[in-house]
DNA sequence: GAACTATACGGAGACACTCTCCGTTTTGCA
DNA sequence: TGCAAAACGGAGAGTGTCTCCGTATAGTTC
């Protein structure tokens, strides 16, 4: 890639990071992150063919923080309970940190031709080191992609609807006591 | 309202119903709903002041149906969870039935300005009979606005991802496992 | 049944958005 | 320095929501 090129998808990605941050995903249009990276529409388009691909490149960092968040949630010297409410809420909230993020990462999850299937794989080894490390205390047949798709969609909710924490928790402790053996 | 007016509203409706249901939310436009029942965007928009309004329209006969499921569902003579179960599913197939549905009517369980705001009672109220009938059988604390949250989150995952109902069914079972008194 | 007024109609178009085409500019190498 | 390849960027195509306002019609009054 030409030096001037490399410059300007930086540019884009660190200035779309700033925007997607602060208005959502939903809010925010190409030319307004085109005119704030001081680039033409062209030029936004031949780096990001789509929107989605754009937001894939911002969140490029979240990969890092879900499994450090693993590490911390199932290392905690507790309850498995608590454990595991512990990485569904960490979890939640970096789906939720992004609005608009949720939705579309849960609804990824089973398309690998989606901008952010390598994120979801992410997601999905994640989760997967949480079943077996917390083994014997879960449901038997409960899956990484069950818990994926049912914290995803109550932290879709919890974005669209705006709620606060407590409300978030409520919900997150329900899944919390399905996912538990009895 | 002139008669001509009355004709009209009545044929746009029955048109947007048609057009909703064969193609979801999303992929339905005004313009598209306005041409199909031959009036101008601007009568259509005269009508019905959003595109959510007018689906607001299309779903009217949804409550009905809405408490004939709760009536059924908690006269069954079978065990709690099976009971809950029941419910949930009916619930859940019942906001996926229209394609973008479940995702625009749970965001609006907490807003009484939505257009969608009578309905989401009727679904409360719903809930809420759901909980009275199945009383201790559920954990203490279980409010009926959480339940058409969880469920709305596990409907709007299953209509975005085009999930089968196998899917949809081990979620709903993990939400009634994390509902019921253990 | 004709005149009149309030109501409703409907199309042109304003505005916003995603995404593309292509002439112009810049870069980096020979 | 010259030159191809690469990148730029703006005009604009296509699609959507929603509005304005001149025109047509319904329903009432005489």
Redesign the pocket.
């Known amino acids: ?5 490399q ?3 930086d540019r884009i990605v660190e200035v779309a990071r700033a925007i997607f941050r602060a208005k959502g995903f939903e ?6 992150v085109a005119k704030a990276a ?10 990001f ?3 989605e691909s754009l937001y894939d490149a911002v969140l490029e960092a979240w990969a890092d923080k879900v499994n450090t968040a693993v590490d911390r949630a199932i290392s905690l010297d507790a309850p498995a309970r608590e454990r595991l409410l512990n990485w569904l809420t960490d979890y939640a909230s970096m789906l939720t940190e992004h609005k608009g993020a949720a939705a579309r990462i849960t609804a990824a999850l089973g398309d690998p031709g989606s901008p952010f299937a390598a994120k979801c794989q992410t997601y999905l080894g994640a989760n997967q080191r949480v079943i077996n490390a917390l083994d014997s205390a879960l449901r038997p047949g409960v899956e990484a992609i069950q818990i994926s798709r049912l914290v995803g969609g109550v932290a879709a909710v919890v974005d669209t609807s705006e709620l606060p924490a407590d409300a978030a928790a409520a919900m997150l402790g329900v899944v919390a006591d399905g996912l538990l053996a009895p």
């Open positions: 890639m030409r030096a001037d090129a410059r300007n998808r809010a925010v249009s190409m030319d307004e001081e680039v033409g529409p062209g030029t936004l388009y031949r780096h063919a789509t929107k």
